[in-house]
């Protein structure tokens, strides 16, 4: 009996000696986790990068096309009367046709970012900038009739190109932007005799969109305007009574 008890003994002391080898052996050898211990008021946690600014793009905007009746402006663009839109887009597409303007809204080069600024005083000459980008560069066309921009379009007297700066072309947009281009109605409720149509087209990743407004007196919109004609080169100054 007391042989019995002893091997036991012997055993179990055997059996507690091997754990105690065991868990030293294995606290030796796994990697050094460091505990999972949350956030203290000095290290809060993170949260995610806000994303960027959402932009108007592309607000109103409508797909450009590449079949079917070749026109310069979609249908119902400046009027939801019929007779009244047909007639302000052959106004407009005159002045272009003689100026040897391409469509917007069936653009050559969907993968380009154009846009084109139409200017017609009642009685000065018409007057269209594009300013666009082609893969990493930047243009500027300006053109201008013999005509007026009430009347018939005459014959193109200037059409001449030049690079833009990066730093141009950022403030340009940047305007753009500032102006909510893309979320703008295409027209609004300001008509008169006399006086002057700007409309602004845009093209940007297959979409279009056209913004016509009768002499604005101020605003974002008019501001954009303006700084095309002033990276086109155009002699002009805004207090000039042929600014309107």
Partial sequence: MKRTMFRLSVALLTFVAGVIAATVYLASHLPNVPPNVPPTAFEPPRVPTAPAVAHCFPGRSVWTQTMGRLSYFPQGAFSTNGRGDESRADWYSKHLSAMNEKPFYYPDNSEAESYRFLWLRSFHRP???????????????????????GYEPG???????????????????????????????????????????????G????????????????????????????????SFSVSDDDVY
Wanted: hydrophobic residues 35%; contains cysteine.
């Fill in 155 to 201: 014959k193109l007297l200037t059409d001449r190109t030049r690079k833009l700066s990066q730093d141009e072309w950022d403030e340009f947009t940047r305007l753009l932007e500032q102006t909510c281009f893309w979320e703008l109605p295409s027209t609004d409720e300001s008509l008169g005799d006399d006086g002057a149509q700007w409309i602004l087209e």
């Fill in 127 to 149: 007057v269209a900038v594009r300013v666009w980008s082609a893969g990493c560069e930047r243009f500027v066309t300006l053109k201008e009739m013999s005509g007026a921009g």
């Fill in 203 to 234: 093209v940007r990743a297959d979409r279009y969109h056209v913004v016509d407004r009768w002499t604005p007196q101020g605003g974002s919109y008019r501001e954009a305007c303006l700084y095309a004609l002033k990276l086109s080169g155009m």
